[in-house]
């Protein structure tokens, strides 16, 4: 990594000179690189050498956020039931597999959760005695009052924060895109994304500081020039990373690299020949999404999401308990309180996780918030309640096999048990229950 940072600087002194070189790399690189700024000032200093975080690498980790949050909620039945992705895909989109049609999906879910929170809205202005609040102050008060509407408010805020983030990137507004980024910061530390959470605030802190270490990039950044135009058309920019991902994986095989240097102009060649030929030219500069076709897809599928999420039960109309939309599962009380979705992030954790005390105080001790941040609420796969869980539907679906077979010996079945011990709850001297059913017994 040192000696590709060296090239980088030594090329861009060579062939441009004056100009400051940029380094884009992902996530793990960029602590990387990071470190050896801090190691080697006087050589790869932050004058000598600007380090950025791909964009494209954010915005899959902001996917990954967002289905974290939505896992186990209801949220991929609806999107299945409203026929905008299939049942496999449908399942896939909170881990995040494929980003374009991840992304397409929460746009989806964004509009079609505005239109559920007005027409809640509508409901309560046709109730309510007297003249209803505003939609601002309404919305403030079921948030503190109502954990589900909180919840999904909070999922509304995050989509929001991501269609910023895509509209930074296709404007080119740098401006929008460190706000983004500053705010994404927080939310990263509250879901217990470790990595993003401790080098985006360092990352951001470098962009900050443009203005005063290099004046002539951070005016060519205000210009657009930190992403790639390959079309004349509208809301088109995309990411470095995103423009050359077609060389990825191509300096690993020596054989491919050498087919694509040797075959890539003659390609380049044919496709101008035949555009020559054909005389195609790009009538207009409107953006391609803005089909009519396409319109329509989207407006139906927004339509089919609500009709679905309203079957299922409007998330803002269902009372004061957060469920799954599925089934119906209300999560213990301490459990939505500890939700991510339903806490505000700590100050004094994301003061923890600035670029100040991480890179002058690496040692320091962890705040005892940060702790409770970590507690998992969910019931996932490395969970004990997730484990009782499918061991308790195995149970139930070996009941269910033995209705078919004459033979079976129901006390047999019931002989054994699948479940460890549990433990009750007193808090100075802890009994268990015997595996045998006898009762409580001392420890």
């Known amino acids: 990594m040192k000696h590709a940072m060296q090239l980088t600087v030594h090329d861009t002194d060579t062939f441009n000179p004056g100009q400051s070189p940029v380094l884009g790399?992902?996530?793990?690189?960029?602590?990387?690189?990071?470190q050896l700024q801090w190691a080697l000032p006087d050589i790869l200093g932050d004058e000598k050498l600007v380090l950025m975080i791909k964009a494209l690498h954010i915005e899959d980790k902001m996917h990954q956020m967002i289905g974290k949050q939505?896992?186990?909620?209801?949220?991929?039945?609806?999107?299945?039931?409203?026929?905008?992705?299939?049942?496999g895909r449908a399942q896939y989109v909170p881990d995040e597999h494929h980003i374009k049609r991840t992304r397409y999906a929460h746009q989806v879910s964004l509009v079609s959760l505005y239109l559920l929170q007005q027409r809640s809205y509508t409901v309560y202005c046709s109730s309510v005695q007297g003249?209803?609040?505003?939609?601002?102050?309404?919305?403030?008060?079921?948030?503190?009052?109502?954990?589900?509407?909180?919840?999904?408010?909070?999922?509304?805020?995050?989509?929001?924060?991501?269609?910023?983030?895509?509209?930074?990137?296709?404007?080119?507004?740098?401006?929008?895109?460190?706000?983004?980024?500053?705010?994404?910061?927080?939310?990263?530390?509250?879901?217990?994304?470790?990595?993003?959470?401790?080098?985006?605030?360092?990352?951001?802190?470098?962009?900050?500081?443009?203005?005063?270490?290099?004046?002539?990039?951070?005016?060519?950044?205000?210009?657009?020039?930190?992403?790639v135009q390959r079309s004349a058309h509208k809301f088109s920019l995309i990411s470095k990373d995103q423009g050359h991902g077609g060389a990825v994986g191509l300096f690993e095989n020596p054989e491919a690299l050498a087919l694509f240097m040797l075959a890539g102009p003659d390609c380049t060649r044919c496709i101008e020949e035949f555009e020559t030929v054909l005389d195609i030219t790009t009538s207009g500069t409107a953006h391609h999404e803005e089909a009519s076709a396409l319109q329509t897809k989207f407006r139906t599928d927004v339509l089919a999401f609500v009709e679905a999420a309203e079957h299922l039960g409007n998330p803002f109309n269902s009372g004061t308990e957060l469920v799954a939309l599925h089934t119906q599962e209300v999560m213990e009380k301490g459990g939505y309180f500890s939700h991510p979705a339903t806490r505000p992030a700590c100050p004094v954790c994301v003061t923890y996780y600035t670029a100040g005390n991480f890179a002058h105080n690496q040692h320091s001790e962890m705040p005892e918030c940060l702790h409770l941040y970590q507690q998992s609420c969910?019931?996932?796969?490395?969970?004990?309640?997730?484990?009782?869980?499918?061991?308790?539907?195995?149970?139930?679906?070996?009941?269910?096999?033995?209705?078919?077979?004459?033979?079976?010996?129901?006390?047999?079945?019931?002989?054994?048990?699948?479940?460890?011990?549990?433990?009750?709850?007193?808090?100075?001297?802890?009994?268990?229950?015997?595996?045998?059913?006898t009762g409580l017994r001392s420890r």
């Open 70 to 87: 939505l896992k186990d909620s209801g949220w991929s039945n609806i999107i299945t039931q409203a026929q905008v992705l299939t049942c």
């Open 25 to 34: 790399a992902d996530q793990p690189l960029f602590a990387i690189a990071k």
């Open 131 to 227: 003249p209803p609040e505003s939609p601002e102050m309404w919305i403030q008060r079921c948030r503190s009052d109502n954990p589900m509407f909180l919840f999904w408010a909070t999922i509304m805020d995050l989509e929001l924060l991501m269609c910023r983030f895509i509209r930074s990137l296709r404007e080119g507004d740098f401006p929008l895109y460190l706000q983004v980024c500053d705010k994404l910061c927080s939310s990263f530390h509250v879901m217990d994304l470790t990595n993003y959470a401790r080098w985006l605030p360092v990352y951001v802190r470098d962009m900050v500081q443009l203005p005063q270490k290099h004046p002539q990039l951070y005016a060519e950044f205000l210009k657009g020039n930190f992403f």
């Open 378 to 437: 969910y019931t996932g796969t490395g969970s004990k309640a997730g484990s009782a869980q499918r061991n308790s539907c195995l149970i139930m679906k070996l009941f269910l096999s033995l209705q078919s077979r004459p033979d079976a010996d129901m006390e047999e079945f019931f002989r054994y048990e699948n479940l460890p011990p549990i433990y009750s709850p007193a808090p100075q001297k802890p009994r268990i229950i015997g595996s045998s059913g």
